[in-house]
């Protein structure tokens, strides 16, 4: 059972939007502006892809935005492309003994 | 920019010891701006935080792995490494070794990653 949660599927077809929330507590995402999110394709090591809740790294794509509302932090792709289907993993900064933790993965699907 | 290898046996048996190396590469180990950190992930499961260590040689550990974790740091060879003891089955997965930013706290560039499996 992760500490974060994220829905376990989400799918879009080429072109629109999609949204995928990463829901923690006061302790981890309500209480730090430390949210990164991570994409993952199938056997490959994840990459970052937004950090400090809303910030991307330098060659990620702006069509990738990240934000935050209470306990919740919400990963935002828009214009969907055939490449961005893979799991994404969101991550907090926790002021518990974990110090670090992970939602436990969400799939695109883009169809 | 920096790189992370992993490297280590793919095959360790029940009750053994897990032994990774982390080699990093175009920058140095020693800058005090990064934590260096191990991240597993079982087949078609989550990613797993193991625990990090500082240039300094401080560490922190995943409470629910602490008591059979030890990582350790070699600023000389711009490595680091992780000892995972009394394995089971349940430790198969890949390993990942990560650059784990401080005061940022998120986790770039990552290893390529190494499958390690527990069979007898």
């Known amino acids: 059972q992760s500490a974060l949660t994220q829905p376990a599927s989400v799918s879009g077809s080429p072109g629109q939007s999609i949204t995928i929330s990463c829901t923690g507590t006061?302790?981890?995402?309500?209480?730090?502006?430390?949210v990164s999110w991570y994409q993952q394709h199938p056997g490959k090591a994840p990459k970052l892809m937004i950090y400090e809740v809303s910030n991307r790294p330098s060659g990620v794509s702006n069509r990738f935005s990240g934000s935050k509302s209470g306990n919740t932090a919400s990963l935002t792709i828009s214009g969907l492309q055939a490449e961005d289907e893979a799991d994404y993993y969101c991550s907090s900064y926790t002021s518990s003994s974990t110090l670090g933790v992970f939602g436990g993965g969400t799939k695109l699907t883009v169809l | 920019q920096v790189q992370l290898q992993e490297s280590g046996p793919g095959l360790v048996k029940p009750s053994q010891t897990l032994s990774l190396t982390c080699t990093v590469s175009?920058?140095?180990?020693?800058?005090?701006?990064?934590?260096w950190s191990w991240i597993r992930q079982p087949a078609g499961k989550g990613l797993e935080w193991i625990g990090r260590?500082?240039?300094?040689?401080?560490?922190n550990y995943n409470p629910s792995l602490k008591s059979r974790v030890t990582i350790s740091v070699d600023t000389s060879k711009n490595q680091f490494s992780l000892k995972l003891s009394s394995v089971t089955a349940a430790d198969t997965a890949v390993y990942y070794c990560?650059?784990?930013?401080?005061?940022?706290?998120?986790?770039?560039?990552w290893g390529q990653g190494t499958l390690v499996t527990v069979s007898s």
């Open positions: 006061s302790s981890d995402v309500g209480g730090y502006n430390y």
């Open positions: 260590i500082y240039t300094s040689g401080s560490t």
């Open positions: 990560v650059r784990w930013v401080r005061g940022g706290n998120w986790f770039d560039p």
């Open positions: 175009g920058g140095s180990i020693s800058s005090g701006s990064y934590y």
